[in-house]
């Protein structure tokens, strides 16, 4: 069973959680792989992807233990309980619903909801939530956090989420972000190899900087 710690641990050394939209079962593994080397050590498949489940088992199965696997858009019980038959240790939803939370937690994952106010954040938080998705952070904005965080108790953490490209994470990682989540600008489905490999290229560019 992953701990937060074992979460924080990673991130804070390599502060990017890439989301896998689209990514198909037979592409799974070896897109992580390239991940990987770019220094990615947290992988999130949306269940909106084809054959979700599938791909999170395999990459559970496949990569090293140390490689944290994680399901996202994750709406309901039901899912939940699917995704972590499948193998993940990280429960992320674009929503706060206590139950989907209280779920992941039964079941051992680590419940990482999205929150977009105030309000929000604390009731996570007495749910006892520690790490929050600030989603769509490309309406929220690096002063949203700001503000948040100047609330906030010491031992909770944002991710920012949504809109947020490879050359951003530096910059709200220093703003106070733990980590940053990034989709469409680092994989998609629809981009040649070779776009992607050069996307890992220029993230492990930006991760080297962390070091």
Known sequence: MIKHVDLLENLKKSPVIAI???????????????????????????????????SIKLLRDQLAPEIIVGAGTVLTIQDVDSISRAGAEICISPNFDSSVVAAAQKNGLIAIPGIATASEFFSAYKHDVRVMKLFPFSNLGISFMKAL???????????????????????????????????????????????????????????????
Do not use: M, W
Not at 30 to 51: F, K, R, W
Not at 174 to 202: H, M, T
């Open 149 to 211: 965080q100047s609330v906030a108790p010491n031992d909770s953490y944002f991710l920012p989420v949504g809109g947020v490209g490879i050359e951003d994470s530096f910059e709200l990682v220093q703003s106070g972000a733990l980590a940053v989540g990034i989709g469409a600008s680092l994989y998609d489905p629809k981009i040649s190899n070779e776009e992607f490999i050069e996307r890992c290229s220029n993230l492990k560019k930006v991760i080297s900087r962390f070091a």
């Open 20 to 54: 896998l939209r689209g990514v198909n079962p037979d592409k799974a593994l070896e897109t992580a792989n390239h991940l990987i080397a770019s220094g990615v050590t947290v992988i999130e498949v949306p269940l909106n992807s084809p054959d979700a489940l599938a």
